[in-house]
């Protein structure tokens, strides 16, 4: 019903248009050959007579020709069926001027052949200038159509791509998750109950948030407080951390799980050959922006593959996300160096909770 009432609405501003051009048409014309002979009403009423046949000839070209040979790439059989047209219509406004016109109103003008050339390319002449204007807006309507046609299509495609992205995470996230629960059971440790309740509110919140475009800012941080809690559990003692937010987080959007894939990795790397390490992880909020900085120990085997660090699934899926929702709004940089493994974001965040 709503596309229904839409394509009303637009033949009806069409007709409206159409109406004000031509009323403005046969004024123009009637000034034009009306004043000099001080005689505007018989001018008037020829303009009137001759009118129809360049409604219909400017309505088959706009309305059936474009659309159905030039919009279609048939841009020679467009320019021959105009040629056609344009000289038919010619002529048939002559035969309204030599036998309706001059006979019954302008008798007191001389009646030319009907193929006089001169008179003959001033009606084409005038056929031309008549539908040059509405052929100018239907090929700008059908350009401005065409360019929205393809941003919805990029904008789906987008959107598609960031959804596959998403859900490219998700289980990537459960499996490094359950990990963590499936050491705790092997040890039979005694925070395996701790662990499940805090993988539920973990799964909970990525289950609601995993599809949407945006969450705020203070979610995205509370969610990475309970996954570093988490693998602290698992990690106990062997592990030093620094973690760190400075700035309001309040009243700031992000696009969800962009900062966890760095902090994943870096816990999937940070331990030598005495199960031994430590991170950092700072997180600052200055105005309209956000800086995150992390940075672990790494294994010396782990320079025999440097690529391995950040070449994951995780972080070529933030990557691209990254280059998608925010291309010219952050600054990625990372550094493999020979005892550690940093890396820096700066990302341009939206006011609003949303």
């Given amino acids: 019903m709503k596309i229904m009432a839409y394509d009303l ?85 002559r035969l309204i001027d030599n036998f309706i016109i001059l006979r019954y109103y302008l008798t007191f ?9 001169p008179v003959f390319l001033y009606n084409v002449s005038k056929l031309q200038f008549v539908v040059t204007i509405p052929i100018a807006f239907k090929l700008f309507y059908y350009l401005a159509e065409e360019k929205n046609k393809v941003q919805t299509i990029l904008s789906e495609k987008l959107q598609a791509e960031l959804s596959s992205l998403r859900n490219q995470f998700h289980p990537h996230f459960l499996f490094n998750v359950l990990n963590s629960l499936y050491s705790k059971i092997l040890s039979k440790s005694d925070d395996s109950a701790e662990i499940v309740l805090k993988i539920s509110d973990i799964l909970r919140f990525s289950i609601y ?29 062997q592990l030093q951390l620094s973690f760190s937010v400075y700035g309001s987080v309040e009243n700031h959007s992000i696009e969800p799980f962009l900062i966890l894939p760095f902090i994943e990795n870096s816990y999937k ?16 909020i200055n105005d309209e922006w956000l800086v995150v900085k992390i940075e672990n120990s790494l294994s010396e085997n782990i ?49 609003g909770s949303n």
């Fill in 269 to 284: 790397y940070c331990l030598d050959e005495n199960n031994q390490g430590w991170i950092t992880i700072s997180i600052t």
């Fill in 109 to 117: 003008w001389k009646i030319e052949p009907l193929l006089s050339a």
């Fill in 209 to 237: 948030d995993v599809n949407n475009k945006n969450i705020s800012l203070e979610n995205e941080i509370d969610y990475l407080k309970n996954y570093i809690s988490l693998q602290q559990l698992r990690f106990e003692n």
């Fill in 9 to 93: 609405e637009s033949r009806s501003l069409i007709i409206r248009l159409y109406t004000l051009y031509w009323l403005g048409y046969i004024l123009l014309f009637s000034l034009i050959q009306g004043l000099p002979a001080n005689d505007f009403i018989t001018a008037l009423r020829n303009e009137w007579y001759s009118i129809l046949p360049k409604i219909l000839f400017v309505t088959i070209v706009v309305e059936f020709l474009m659309p159905r040979l030039l919009f279609k790439k048939k841009t020679i059989t467009f320019i021959t069926a105009y040629v056609i047209l344009i000289l038919l219509f010619a002529f048939l406004q």
């Fill in 303 to 351: 320079n025999l593959y440097p690529e391995n660090v950040n070449s994951g699934i995780g972080i070529s899926n933030v990557k691209r996300r990254l280059e998608l929702l925010y291309p010219d709004t952050h600054v990625l940089t990372i550094k493999n160096e020979t005892v550690s493994f940093f890396v820096s974001l700066k990302i341009k965040i939206k006011d």
